[in-house]
C-alpha cells in the first residue's frame, strides 16, 4: 500500500512537472525543449514568410493576359513545379538582393537554358514576396511585393 501511494506521488508530480515546464518554457521562450512540449499544436508555425517569385510576364513575343508565376504555368514550362525551380529561383533573389552579379549570371543562365528551353523569348521578373502562409492557402494573396528585376530570354 505504501508503494502505491509512493508511485500515485511521483506519477502526479512527473505529470504537473511536465505541464509546468512545458507551458512556461513555451511562454517565456517560444521554445519547446524536447522532449517535453507546452502541446500547442503547430506552434512554432512561422507567420510572416519572405520568399522569391519568378513572374512570366510574355512568351514568344506574346504578352500574357495577367502574368503568372512559372509554377502557375505548367502547361508551358515542363519543370514549372519542380521544388529544383524553386531553389534556383531562391537562390537567384538572394544574389541579387546581395549584388552578387556573378552568381546571378550563372543562376540566369541555368533557368534560361534549362527550363526555358523550349521557348525562343522569355520575359520575366524576379520579385520578393512577404505572405502569411495561412491567409495565402486561403485567399491566395500576398502582403507585399517587391520586383527585384526584369530580364528577358
Do not use: C
Amino acid at each position: 500500500m505504501r508503494y502505491y501511494i509512493l508511485l500515485q506521488k511521483l506519477i502526479t508530480s512527473v505529470v504537473v512537472l511536465y505541464f509546468l515546464v512545458g507551458n512556461f518554457s513555451w511562454a517565456l521562450y517560444r521554445h519547446e525543449f524536447f522532449p517535453i512540449s507546452s502541446w500547442n499544436l503547430f506552434s512554432i508555425v512561422p507567420n510572416l514568410v519572405t520568399d522569391y517569385g519568378l513572374k512570366i510576364n510574355a512568351i514568344d513575343d506574346v504578352d500574357l493576359e495577367s502574368p503568372a508565376y512559372i509554377q502557375d504555368l505548367p502547361s508551358e514550362f515542363s519543370e514549372a513545379e519542380s521544388i529544383v525551380v524553386f531553389y534556383v529561383i531562391q537562390n537567384l533573389g538572394e544574389a541579387i538582393e546581395e549584388g552578387d552579379a556573378e552568381a546571378v549570371e550563372l543562376l540566369r543562365e541555368q533557368i534560361e537554358s534549362v527550363y526555358f528551353s523550349s521557348q525562343s523569348h522569355v520575359d520575366y521578373e524576379i520579385e520578393k514576396r512577404s505572405y502569411y502562409p495561412k491567409e495565402r492557402w486561403n485567399t491566395g494573396e500576398y502582403e507585399e511585393i517587391t520586383r527585384l528585376k526584369t530580364y528577358e530570354k
